[in-house]
């Protein structure tokens, strides 16, 4: 077992609601409320749950573009949240980040080259500047692109070859981790299967260490490694991928999964209890007591309102947080 790349500890990333210039407690919107899990390295784990549920807050906290209110994030050992921020600068260019729309994602005006060397200009010493056109070449082979397209500005891409442009420019700094925040979603079908076809290639060849964040658990099954299923700001289940498929133990997970298309005429085929979700997932401003699942969970009981539910040591380093599950 590795020691973990990134940990994340008791995380709390909250708003205001409100502006006041009054010297009172404005509410807040909690979108993090105590989640930990932590990514070793070389591995990919998956972030999963509805929109609304944290998970971009997450990634953003992660890399710097949201502030932290409550617990921690270490990078390899170091505190992301109390590092200085000269150090928090040269810290960042280890974790990179792609984003979900790679329409907005990318400069309109900046060819391929141009963006994939921008990282470079403004980190010296990563690739000498004679070398910067064949490094991007070579980058952009890697992630299925052609030399011809160097020279293309975004608007001539489609929406697959975008977020590949996305994918190299992340790569390009060679960082020791990246956090994909839903890349595939903005996608069709068919050009979701060849990205994470090539981020499964990358993994493999360059032993990647990911975060992969999306609202879909199919999108997730062959490339994560461990799952983390976030549902309104706080943890329901993690695990290793094949225990939270094969043996999902919250209802909220079931929920998800029996919200997956299968091509099956056996009902016997889905995980037991698995059925698609019913209602909208409450505002994180005013979330249900006690379990926060509740409002929309088949099984609720009397007791699931009146405490949060802790979590239970399934073994094998999977876990719920159900009050109806024992180990």
């Known amino acids: 077992m590795t020691t973990p790349l990134l940990e994340v500890e008791d995380l709390a990333v909250s708003f205001?609601?409100?502006?006041?210039?009054?010297?009172?407690?404005?509410?807040?919107?909690?979108?993090?409320?105590?989640?930990?899990?932590?990514?070793?390295a070389g591995e990919t784990v998956g972030l999963v749950g509805e929109s609304g549920s944290g998970k971009s807050t997450i990634a953003r906290a992660i890399v710097g573009l949201e502030q932290v209110?409550?617990?921690?994030?270490?990078?390899?050992?170091?505190?992301?949240?109390?590092?200085s921020r000269r150090r928090r600068r040269e810290v960042g260019r280890q974790i990179q980040m792609v984003f979900q729309d790679p329409y907005s994602s990318l400069h309109p005006r900046m060819t391929v080259l141009d963006a994939i060397s921008e990282?470079?200009?403004?980190?010296?010493?990563?690739?000498?500047?004679?070398?910067w056109r064949p490094r991007a070449l070579e980058i952009m082979e890697r992630v299925?692109?052609?030399?011809?397209?160097?020279?293309?500005?975004?608007?001539?891409?489609?929406?697959?070859?975008?977020?590949?442009?996305?994918?190299?420019r992340a790569l390009a700094l060679e960082p020791r981790m990246i956090v994909f925040d839903e890349p595939v979603s903005a996608l069709d079908v068919s050009i979701q299967a060849q990205i994470l076809n090539l981020l499964a290639d990358l993994q493999r060849d360059l032993g990647l260490t990911s975060l992969f964040i999306a609202h879909d658990l199919a999108v997730v099954r062959h490339i994560s490694d461990d799952i983390n299923v976030m549902y309104l700001g706080k943890l329901a289940e993690t695990g290793p991928a094949e225990a939270v498929f094969g043996a999902p133990r919250h209802p909220y997970t079931r929920a998800l999964l029996g919200a997956v298309p299968q091509i099956t005429v056996n009902p016997s085929a889905r995980p037991d209890g698995a059925r698609g979700l019913s209602g909208e997932i409450p505002s994180p401003a005013d979330p249900p007591s006690g379990c926060r699942f509740r409002t929309r969970c088949p099984l609720a009981q009397?007791?699931?309102?009146e405490q949060p539910p802790q979590f239970v040591d399934l073994g094998g380093r999977h876990s719920v947080a159900c009050h109806l599950v024992v180990a």
Request: hydrophobic share 35%.
């Open 302 to 305: 009397p007791q699931c309102a």
């Open 16 to 40: 205001p609601l409100t502006r006041s210039s009054l010297k009172l407690r404005a509410p807040r919107l909690h979108a993090v409320a105590g989640v930990s899990f932590s990514v070793r």
């Open 144 to 168: 299925g692109l052609s030399p011809d397209h160097a020279s293309r500005l975004p608007g001539q891409f489609s929406g697959g070859q975008r977020q590949r442009i996305g994918i190299a």
């Open 119 to 131: 990282g470079w200009r403004h980190n010296p010493g990563i690739v000498a500047r004679e070398q």
């Open 69 to 83: 209110t409550g617990g921690d994030i270490r990078f390899d050992g170091e505190s992301l949240v109390t590092m």
